[in-house]
C-alpha cells in the first residue's frame, strides 16, 4: 500500500539535488513546506501570512512565479476538485522527501549556488 511518500531510491538523484538547491535558494521557510505537506495553499493565503512562510515579504505574484518554479521541478503540484485544477498547491511524494532530508531550517545557499539556480531556472535548457 502507498503511504503518498515515494521511496528515495526511486527518485532521480538529480531532481533532488535540484530540488534541494531550489528550497535553500528560495525565500520560503520550513513552516512554509510543512504547511504544505498537510494542507493545499494558494499564492494570496501565502503572501498574506507574511514571514510565517517565507524570510521576506512577498507579493502574491512573486510568490505564484516561486510556485510555479517548484510545480517545475516536482516539489509542488496543483491541487485539483471537482472542476479541475485550483490555485491551490501543495507537495508532492518527491517534496515529501526533500523535507524529510533536511533536517531543521534549510541551510542558506551560498554564492556559487545561488547564482547556478538562478541560470537554472532563469535559462534552462531547451
Known amino acids: ?9 526511486a527518485l532521480d538523484q538529480r531532481s533532488l ?32 501570512a507574511g514571514d510565517s512562510y517565507s524570510r521576506s515579504q ?11 518554479w517548484l510545480i517545475q521541478l516536482g516539489v509542488l503540484r496543483r491541487e485539483v476538485d471537482g472542476q479541475g485544477l ?16 533536511i533536517q531543521g ?3 542558506p545557499a551560498d554564492l556559487i549556488s545561488k547564482l547556478h539556480h538562478w541560470i537554472r531556472r532563469h535559462w534552462p535548457r531547451a
Open 1 to 9: 500500500m502507498n503511504d503518498g511518500t515515494a521511496p528515495a531510491e
Open 17 to 48: 539535488n535540484r530540488a534541494f538547491q531550489a528550497l535553500s535558494c528560495l525565500p520560503f521557510c520550513r513552516s512554509f513546506y510543512e504547511a504544505l505537506s498537510t494542507n493545499a495553499l494558494s499564492a494570496g493565503e501565502i503572501a498574506s
Open 58 to 68: 512577498l507579493s502574491a505574484s512573486a510568490v505564484e512565479s516561486h510556485l510555479i
Open 86 to 101: 485550483t490555485e491551490r498547491v501543495r507537495l508532492t511524494p518527491m517534496g515529501l522527501v526533500v523535507l524529510k532530508r
Open 105 to 107: 531550517e534549510f541551510p
